[in-house]
Nanobody, 115 residues
């Protein structure tokens, strides 16, 4: 069973930055894709950023130019650098790891952007 764990959430003022990290527990097989999703109260979960094993990336339009997803040096670990944060970025951020064709979700980390 693969476990996915997120870290790095917190409270930040508008215009500030946060860096989220996601690690999938397996060291046997490289991920097919890893992505960050978010869900704000009363809204559906949406894809924020995705990176494939080949390094291709995809972003939600509203975060392009502000957020960057990257692979870390540790296998099956990715980071999401979030800059110029806005109040509308407030949400629970979830990491999804696709390994061997199966999807594994983390429990989520809260990001709150408020003055």
């Amino acid at each position: 069973q693969v476990q996915v764990v997120e870290s790095g959430g917190g409270l930040v003022q508008p215009g500030g930055s946060l860096r989220l990290s996601c690690a999938a527990s397996t060291r046997i097989r490289r991920f097919d894709a890893m992505g960050w999703y978010r869900q704000a109260p009363g809204k559906e979960r949406e894809l924020v950023a995705l990176i494939t094993s080949t390094g291709n990336t995809n972003y939600l339009d509203s975060v392009k130019g502000r957020f960057a997803i990257s692979r870390e040096n540790v296998l099956n670990t990715v980071a999401l650098q979030m800059n110029s944060l806005k109040t509308e970025d407030t949400a629970v951020y979830y990491c999804k790891s696709v390994i061997g064709g199966r999807a594994y979700w983390g429990p989520g980390t809260q990001v709150t952007v408020s003055s």
